[in-house]
């Protein structure tokens, strides 16, 4: 009997790790069981976005340092922060170790750090009209 309560303990155990890293449970920032541990989390550095990457609402892109961007409700949060003035976001784009955001009108901004800078696709440097057509650059 001693053998099955062990086994039983231990699948308790492991089942609590894998919610946990599935983010269905764990300690939140107050210390409450149960909370949201993504919400405020900083990714490891190694799933950062693919270059050309974009994210829509619900889904999220990872700049080089491990910030987690995403889009909810047209608003940019950047590690569960919501920004102040980012808003009518549409689209968020990772290129050449940047985030942009497209807003809802067509318009670009890059993240500098700091602020927002307006800006132009910057996609469309890496590409040139070839008798009427996109063509990438080679």
Request: glycine share 14%; hydrophobic share 35%.
């Amino acid at each position: 009997m001693k053998r099955l309560r062990f086994i039983g303990c231990l699948m308790a155990v492991v089942s609590s790790f894998a919610l946990i890293a599935c983010g269905g449970g764990g300690v939140d920032d107050a210390g409450a069981i149960g909370g949201d541990v993504g919400a405020s989390a900083v990714a490891d550095a190694s799933t950062t976005s693919d270059n050309g990457m974009t994210a829509r609402a619900g889904a999220q892109i990872v700049d080089v340092v491990g910030n987690v961007w995403k889009i909810e409700n047209s608003r940019v949060y950047e590690n569960g922060t919501q920004d102040p003035y980012a808003y009518n976001v549409s689209m968020l784009l990772m290129y050449n170790n940047s985030a942009y955001n497209e807003d809802s009108s067509g318009k670009f901004s890059r993240w500098t750090g700091s602020n927002w800078e307006k800006c132009d696709d910057p996609r469309a440097d890496a590409t040139s009209d070839v008798g009427g057509t996109r063509a990438a650059r080679g």
